[in-house]
């Protein structure tokens, strides 16, 4: 905080005001400064902060808040709340769909928050399939069908075309055969694990070892 602050300071020639937000899972850890002194020397810089676990006080406050960022925040209590309990994120991940549909929020913002809450509340495979299903009962209910097809397979596109991006990027070229292979996946929490691999993989053959493995896996 205290280098962003100053490199932004000389950047700009501004006065920058730097807020904390706290998104970890130690009720106790509330950091509020930075300094070192020596020599007669001293700086010091204090900025305010936001720990977003106190929130879980306000939860009904969040539910009835037409504020975008209270599903923000609900979405990521949810998240370290159901670490371990994949049922119980289920059903808090369906829940938060529901309410994005009552809260009066434009189609673009229903897209962009849906698409917060897929990023952080990822589910196992057998679970997402559940969670498919419950969606379109959803949506068939509300008469509004566009978030799995729009959404999903956005998200779909821009998970395959990374994993390409990031192969040509370290190894000049992907064979044809690599990209077929991706298209034929549309999890996204498949294509996100092999986008972290593409970052890692030795070769472009070792990551197609593991893209085999992968879809033999999800079929």
Request: proline share 5%.
């Amino acid at each position: 905080m205290y280098v962003y602050n100053h490199r932004l300071f000389d950047r700009y020639g501004q006065e920058v005001i730097s807020l904390v937000v706290l998104g970890d899972n130690d009720i106790g850890w509330r950091p509020t400064g930075y300094s070192y002194s020596r020599w007669g020397f001293s700086t010091h810089t204090e900025f305010p902060t936001v720990k977003l676990l106190d929130y879980k006080e306000r939860w009904s406050e969040l539910e009835v808040s037409s504020n975008p960022f209270a599903v923000l925040i609900m979405a990521h209590l949810s998240t370290l709340e159901t670490i371990g309990n994949p049922n119980k994120r289920l059903q808090s991940k369906l829940s938060l769909v529901r309410g994005l549909y009552e809260r009066g929020y434009t189609r673009s913002q229903i897209l962009e928050l849906f698409r917060l809450i897929e990023w952080k509340m990822v589910l196992p495979k057998p679970l997402e399939g559940s969670f498919r299903q419950e969606l379109n009962r959803i949506q068939e209910e509300r008469k509004v069908p566009y978030i799995v097809s729009f959404v999903r397979d956005g998200m779909a596109i821009a998970n395959r075309e990374s994993v390409v991006a990031v192969l040509k990027t370290r190894f000049g070229t992907v064979p044809p055969q690599v990209s077929a292979s991706l298209e034929a996946i549309d999890d996204i929490s498949v294509l996100q694990d092999l986008l972290k691999q593409a970052v890692t993989t030795a070769s472009v053959p070792e990551f197609q070892l593991r893209l085999n493995y992968s879809i033999g896996q999800y079929y």
